[in-house]
């Protein structure tokens, strides 16, 4: 035991000495869906004092958008601050664009949070089969689902929440053999009532993995949820599902009316982005969650992920009925956060719930987006088919380029301006980018998209898809040659409606 903890402590202190910086200057957008990336790193308004000049090349790049909202985080590694706590987040400062606020914050990192582990498990649970329209009867179950496999991850996988999402695209099994290449792979909505989460498992612990897997299995039947788990064979790659049980909507349903009984059967007409940060720390997502339910509020959709070692627990809680859809956008402490999501948030009456160790919570900080309105996209009732094909359907981006050549946030821009002649309508769903070893910048996203033309069929919205991803690619890959920031040969850009191609296949210009 003490040669670990000697060991643990040697690659802590190895990991801070070979840290460019000791603190990390951050900045955090709340706002309606659709505004520019490159906002993220504009001076709106200006940081105070002033960033390096090197401030349009973020370390780290991140966005969320979901119902018409959507959050936004960019990192620079800084010298170090003087700092009266571990995490500082200054008061929300409107921007140029209405109902859209910053947030700018510091924070020393937690050297010992680990997030890039070797072993992890990738789990797809499914809470419905139809298309995504989540009731507020809805959104209190996805917080119950939330917290109990975030509570699984840390109590069985002993390893912290590597990324979290929902809603995300659902994946469909495949009814005849296809090959490896994915060319089989079916039609997909780009959003359904689905949780995709990735956790790490601890290494020293040999039984980590199943006890992890038993218990979703466990929490499926309860709840009558689906359940995928990653396909580790050979030849498998991230995007491909070995499925475990399939979803039961009729326990589902009994379960939802037994736990929530009095709560509206309706849609949310408008919701807060609620955005908890601090530094990382094991089991911050399960402390996080479970106490925001404790407050009886709905999660509508939910986004968990680290930047830099900070922690990020980013959920859309549906305002409930009555409340003030005039109040302002607000950051500061814990405890204070938890209060005003209650007063805004609150579905149920959770009065007598357990709180826990509060002492846990005192150095996160919470910022509040004003009450927003939302939307919910247009779906097939039959998940990846449609009679007019007039749905959202998603393209995966993944890409690899020097660092301080083009920046992530101005990448995705020319992607979507080079999707624009085909599609009606192009949103960042999520993206994430970061600079790895090499000095080199690796970032994934997907893209939601609704087709300027109506295909005439499924099959037909399959073909189309392939070839406006393949003529945005190119495009893409043209101007990033003519703008002569990158060497020949050194960018790689892969745009596909297939998940699993963004392994298979890569393009260098």
């Not at 949780?195 to 309860?222: I, K, W, Y």
């Not at 009679?387 to 920046?407: I, S």
Request: charge should be neutral; charged fraction near 20%; glycine fraction near 8%.
């Amino acid at each position: 035991m003490h040669g670990s903890r000697f060991s643990e402590l040697a690659t802590i202190a190895a990991e801070a000495a070979g840290a460019d910086t000791s603190s990390v200057r951050l900045r955090l957008v709340h706002g309606p869906a659709g505004f520019n990336p490159n906002g993220l790193t504009r001076p709106v308004p200006a940081f105070e004092p002033p960033l390096h000049e090197l401030a349009q090349w973020p370390s780290d790049f991140w966005l969320f958008s979901v119902a018409g909202l959507a959050v936004g985080v960019c990192a620079w590694p800084t010298p170090a601050t003087v700092f009266s706590e571990p995490f500082e987040l200054g008061a929300p400062r409107a921007t140029d664009r209405a109902e859209t606020y910053a947030y700018d914050g510091f924070s020393v990192p937690n050297p010992g949070f680990l997030n890039e582990p070797n072993r992890r498990i990738d789990a797809l649970l499914t809470l419905n089969s139809t298309h995504w329209a989540p009731s507020y009867r809805d959104t209190l179950l996805t917080g119950v689902v939330l917290s109990r496999a975030c509570q699984l991850a840390l109590e069985h996988g002993r390893g912290p929440i590597v990324h979290l999402h929902t809603p995300v695209a659902p994946f469909i099994d495949q009814q005849v053999s296809a090959r490896g290449d994915g060319s089989h792979e079916r039609l997909r909505d780009a959003i359904g009532p689905c949780v995709r989460l990735s956790v790490a498992v601890n290494p020293q612990e040999p039984t980590a993995r199943l006890d992890f897997e038993q218990g979703l299995v466990a929490l499926a039947e309860e709840y009558g949820l689906g359940l995928k788990l990653n396909d580790r064979r050979f030849n498998r790659v991230p995007g491909e599902w070995f499925t475990i049980r399939g979803f039961d909507r009729e326990r589902y349903r009994q379960v939802r009316a037994r736990m929530f009984p009095d709560t509206p059967m309706h849609l949310p007409k408008h919701a807060v982005v609620a955005t908890v940060l601090g530094p990382a720390r094991l089991g911050m997502a399960a402390d996080v969650i479970a106490q925001i339910r404790t407050s009886g509020a709905g999660v509508l959709a939910a986004a968990v992920s680290s930047v830099r070692k900070i922690g990020f627990i980013n959920l859309v809680l549906p305002l409930a009925d009555g409340a003030d859809t005039a109040a302002p956008a607000w950051s500061g402490g814990w405890y204070d956060g938890v209060k005003l999501i209650g007063e805004r948030c609150r579905l149920y009456d959770a009065d007598g719930a357990d709180h826990g160790d509060q002492d846990a919570f005192a150095g996160f900080k919470v910022a509040l987006s004003p009450p927003m309105r939302c939307s919910f996209p247009q779906s097939s009732r039959r998940t990846g088919a449609s009679v007019t094909g007039r749905v959202p359907y998603p393209l995966w981006l993944r890409w690899e380029l020097p660092n301080r050549t083009v920046g992530s946030p101005l990448l995705l821009s020319m992607v979507a301006d080079n999707l624009a002649p085909y599609a009606e309508h192009t949103e960042v769903a999520y993206a994430q980018a970061r600079v790895g070893r090499g000095d080199v910048v690796r970032g994934r996203a997907k893209l939601v998209v609704l087709l300027a033309h109506a295909p005439r069929d499924v099959a037909d919205a399959q073909a189309v898809l392939n070839e406006v991803a393949e003529r945005a690619q190119e495009r893409t890959l043209e101007q990033l040659a003519d703008m002569r920031l990158v060497g020949p040969g050194r960018v790689r850009l892969r745009l596909s409606p297939r998940e699993r191609w963004l392994t298979y296949s890569g393009m260098s210009a």
